[in-house]
């Protein structure tokens, strides 16, 4: 089976007859035996997707093509759907299933997707490495010996290996960019309030977005107009606001680009002379390029898991053991109960992050921690927007590294939490940004690069993504 | 001095010294809106065990909360007719505990933004009236309910309650004994029943009642230990409870102790209050806004159109009935205890167009009626217009007041389709006005008593009253009583 990498050609060819959908179905899960070792799948939905995929076939054959009609697609095991199982990689939520769908679940299916499984992740989105799994890490099919970052590592791998077309991942301060760039593949994280929470098991409430992983721009775009829009279950979805249509112009962009990011000691070089290479090439084409200072670079990180944490402590206490998931065999009494479910239930990292947590929100250092933390990150919110203002978009490398070796940060959450230093920008100010894969590192890893547009300015992001792609080449 | 001296001294001192009680009033207000406070489901008391529950009211993953509108315009309303002043924006915070019955293991709650501040409660004790000052009204979602002894083994759980959309009304500790309170806990249930937001039912906790007691010597400003006492299941206990506990933190301080801050219950069955637990064990609740919601606003439209919602209010009643109907202010009270009386009350006096008689007739009789029979005044079978029928047939003298309560009314409830003339007819209740019917029962009677009428000739005219019981007794009731006088006042000369 040819390798696509748009939705366009996948339906062009079953519209011709030139494939049936089965067979396309049966190629991923043929992928999927063959890279089972890489670990990107909880669980494979194989017999619902060849009941669905000969059901496709016939709906095609009848005329009845529908917008994501062939398209296959993995959900991270954050997502509901409804009537299987969901656990975001956590043993607390053994044996759990969830009773209804998420929203984007839900559109995807509507408009005829194909859901082939589960994908692995960091316990509870929380990492980047996939390590935090407790089903074991996912490997970069790019180097079997390195991670494929996180949270969304599985979802990022099954793209990345052909054994889906499209995955759904979350991105709370990177898990959709930092793994997309591991990977080589594009990787969306919309507006805050873009996307409907609705059936997304909440890391962060404020944070969370869902995006897509796909192997162009048009696919990423093709997704993010089926999950988008308004949702009368999640009131954070914005309801004046929709995406905002975007006028091409001239083809010729301003990209602003972060001097503290380039200049950053921690960059790896390969990544340095990728964004040389890209800025060279941009402004060769004759698109103007700027350089802004952001000193609240070194806030940011700090900002985030300090908000994030205190989210996160609290949208986790209702694993308790008591009415779904996993209830612990020492439990005798409701003391018990929680304690004994949620020490055998969640991992290390979930324990340190509900810990950090529950010390920033406790009342002896709420204002030092939390309180502060809102502050700077309303701050840097409005810094940005300022910077987004003045041009078409900011350009910055996803990570400061290609991906790292499995093991080379598991025992230093801090190098781990440095991971994000780029990404969680675009979270902590609510923005829409992208990852695009741009060129190799020396060893022959991918890179990505980041784009970041002004909120609700996804169309805008789309094309500038498809400016970026052009000067790659 | 030696130490037993000084604590001797120390009482004696003490001895003199008079206490203040300062006491402090949280209300929870369950709202009667159709769905709860952040989902769809159900809100109504008494369904079969975890009937009424979503997967967002047992806190599933990925669940998001929405607000319900319905239950932002009940608490404005209460907000209005407290006299309080209401917030424009509108955060919601998560207050974190774990416990059995609170799935989420945070409650939605608002913490440093209530919809409501300020305001009032207008109470009035034997002592007079007083206004009791309020700190804030706020928005939160009820938790589910823990039954310890429904099984022998197991605690049971149900979460049909979890979500329900709740508020909670908090005084200034402005109250000063149980008298008052009972007052306020009165008022408050009485406004929430008029505006139609909460069935004020407190055995059914859709209206619950915590206390906080303090006391200190009168005159200081300084405020002594306050203990919170719970389970206060009737207006009547949240009177005992807090007389007992004034009671308990004045013997406690006289005999040297020290009141110890505390949550206490309260045992209805002994009216004595017990430690449940120390302040020391109380929670860090770790309140933050809740990411979920946006935050509400207030708009003027929404304001306006709750204002112009706004039902009349038993104070405004009160006036009407006092002022333009010139009812006795006893009556004026009783018909605006509760709404459904006063409603009842004015559409009765609109049709028959006699205030007094309405009145009467819906305070002593039908009031009665009710009491007897335990039932509200919703299940009771006669319309005003009936009852309006019976007004004027008095009021026509067709018969007598005595005879329209005692026989035609109950015959009316009986028979609720029959008209008043109709019954009075069957019944034959139409007073006789007669002459010669009536004359000749006055000859018999008169005849009967010679001695009396003697008497009454010699100047005992107080015996009128004899003579005419005794012609009414020998009519049945039906000798229409004016006409009656008149032939025996010219009969007797």
């Not at chain 1, 959908?21 to 190629?27: E, F, G, K, T």
């Not at chain 1, 954070?236 to 995406?243: C, M, Q, R």
């Not at chain 2, 979503?54 to 309303?77: D, F, M, Y």
């Amino acid at each position: 089976m040819k390798s696509y990498n748009r939705i366009s050609e996948i339906q062009a060819d079953l519209q011709s007859g030139h494939i049936s959908c089965l067979d396309l179905v049966r190629s991923y899960l043929e992928n999927i035996r063959l890279n089972s070792h890489l670990n990107a799948f909880l669980e494979v939905w194989e017999e619902e997707a060849l009941r669905r995929a000969a059901q496709t076939d016939e709906n095609i054959r009848a005329g009845k093509m529908q917008k994501l009609s062939g398209v296959v697609i993995a959900l991270k095991d954050v997502l509901a759907y409804k009537n299987h199982k969901v656990s975001a990689s956590s043993k607390i939520l053994e044996g759990f299933e969830s009773l209804y769908s998420a929203t984007a679940v839900q559109r995807l299916e509507d408009a005829g997707a194909i859901f082939i499984g589960r994908t692995n992740c960091d316990e509870f989105a929380m990492g980047a490495s996939n390590e935090n799994s407790a089903f074991g890490p996912v490997l970069n099919a790019a180097d079997e010996t390195r991670v494929p970052g996180g949270s969304s590592g599985g979802s990022a791998v099954a793209v990345q290996a052909g054994m889906c077309h499209v995955a759904l991942g979350t991105d709370t301060g990177g898990s959709i960019r930092q793994p997309a760039s591991f990977t080589g593949v594009y990787g969306l994280k919309p507006t805050y309030g873009a996307v409907s929470r609705w059936g997304l098991l909440a890391y962060a409430s404020s944070f969370d977005q869902i995006g897509s992983f796909c192997r162009s721009v048009e696919d990423i775009e093709w997704i993010y107009n089926c999950i988008a829009g308004p949702d009368d279950q999640d009131s954070t979805v914005s309801v004046n606001h929709k995406t905002l249509p975007f006028e091409k112009g001239s083809g010729k962009y301003h990209f602003a680009v972060m001097e503290e990011a380039i200049h950053h000691p921690g960059l790896n070089e390969d990544v340095r002379s990728m964004i040389k290479t890209a800025i060279a090439n941009l402004e060769k084409a004759g698109h103007r390029v700027s350089y802004f200072r952001f000193p609240l670079l070194e806030y940011m990180v700090p900002a985030y898991y300090v908000i994030t944490t205190a989210e996160a402590s609290s949208n986790l206490s209702r694993y308790s053991g008591l009415l779904y998931g996993k209830r612990s065999t020492a439990a005798v009494d409701l003391e018990s109960t929680f304690v004994a479910s949620r020490t055998e239930g969640f991992g290390t990292e979930v324990k340190r992050r509900i810990m950090l947590g529950t010390f920033v929100l406790s009342s002896d250092y709420y204002d030092a921690y939390y309180k502060k933390a809102l502050q700077v990150r309303a701050l840097i919110r409005q810094k940005t927007l300022e910077i987004l203002d003045g041009c078409d978009a900011i350009l910055i490398p996803t990570t400061s590294s290609p991906a790292f070796k499995i093991g080379e940060k598991a025992k230093d959450p801090i190098a781990m939490y440095l991971a994000d230093l780029f990404t969680v920008q675009a979270n902590l100010a609510g923005v829409p940004a992208i990852s695009v894969p741009f060129g190799k590192s020396s060893e022959n890893l991918p890179m990505g690069l980041q784009l970041i547009t002004g909120l609700f300015e996804e169309q805008k992001l789309f094309a500038l993504s498809e400016t970026l792609m052009s000067v790659a080449e | 001095m030696q130490r037993g001296e000084c604590h001797r001294n120390k009482l004696v001192l003490q001895r003199f010294m008079e206490f203040e009680a300062v006491i402090g009033l949280e209300i929870h207000v369950q709202l009667s809106t159709k769905s709860k406070a952040f989902s769809a489901d159900s809100t109504e008391y008494g369904g079969m065990p975890n009937t009424q529950v979503s997967p967002i009211s047992l806190g599933h993953p990925g669940t998001l909360p929405r607000h319900n509108q319905k239950a932002v315009e009940q608490a404005i309303k209460m907000g209005l007719a407290l006299h309080c002043d209401i917030r424009r924006v509108n955060h919601y915070s998560r207050k974190n505990y774990f416990y059995a019955d609170l799935p989420k293991g945070y409650q939605i709650t608002q913490f440093d933004t209530p919809i409501c501040n300020n305001g009032f409660v207008k109470i009035k004790t034997s002592a007079g009236t007083k206004n009791i000052g309020l700190i804030r009204i706020h928005m939160e979602e009820d938790t589910g309910k823990s039954m310890h002894d429904q099984d022998l083994h197991d605690s049971l759980l149900d979460f049909n309650r979890a979500g329900t959309p709740l508020i909670e009304v908090v005084t200034l500790p402005e109250i000063t004994n149980g008298d008052e309170a009972y007052a306020f806990v009165s008022e408050v249930r009485r406004l929430v029943r008029y505006l139609d937001i909460c069935d004020g039912n407190m055995e059914e906790g859709s209206l619950r009642c915590d206390a906080n007691v303090s006391i200190r010597p009168v005159g200081t400003t300084e405020f002594g230990t306050k203990v919170e006492v719970k389970n206060m299941n009737s207006i009547s206990n949240v009177k005992r409870a807090i007389d007992f506990e004034i009671q308990r933190q004045t013997e406690l301080i006289l005999s040297g102790g020290l009141v110890v801050g505390e949550t206490r219950g309260f045992n209805g069955l002994q009216g004595t209050t017990f430690s449940m637990r120390k302040k020391e064990m109380i929670n860090d609740y770790r309140y933050f806004p809740e990411p979920d919601l946006p935050p509400m606003h207030v708009t003027d439209e929404f304001l306006e159109s709750v204002r112009a919602g706004m039902p009349e209010l038993p104070e405004t009643l009160y006036e009407r009935f006092t002022k333009s109907y010139q009812l006795s202010e006893y009556d004026a009270g009783v018909l605006t205890d509760d709404k459904a009386t006063a409603l009842y009350f004015e559409e009765l006096a609109k049709i028959s167009g006699n205030y007094k008689a309405s009145a009467n007739w819906v305070s002593v009789n039908i009031r009665g009626y009710l009491n007897e029979n335990g039932i509200e005044l919703s299940q009771f079978p006669l319309s005003h217009s009936k009852i309006a029928e019976l007004i004027v047939q008095v009021e026509k003298g067709v018969l007598s007041h005595s005879a329209a309560a005692q026989k035609l009314f109950p015959a009316m409830v009986e028979n609720p389709d029959e008209s008043a003339a109709g019954l009075i007819e069957k019944l034959g209740l139409a007073q006789n006005t007669d002459g010669d019917f009536i004359e000749n029962l006055v000859n018999e009677v008169l005849a009967k008593y010679p001695e009396k009428v003697a008497e009454y000739k010699s100047g005992k005219s107080g015996l009128l009253g004899l003579f005419v019981g005794e012609v009414m007794k020998a009519s049945k009731g039906k000798a229409e009583p004016k006409k009656t006088n008149e032939i025996l006042l010219q009969k007797l000369g």
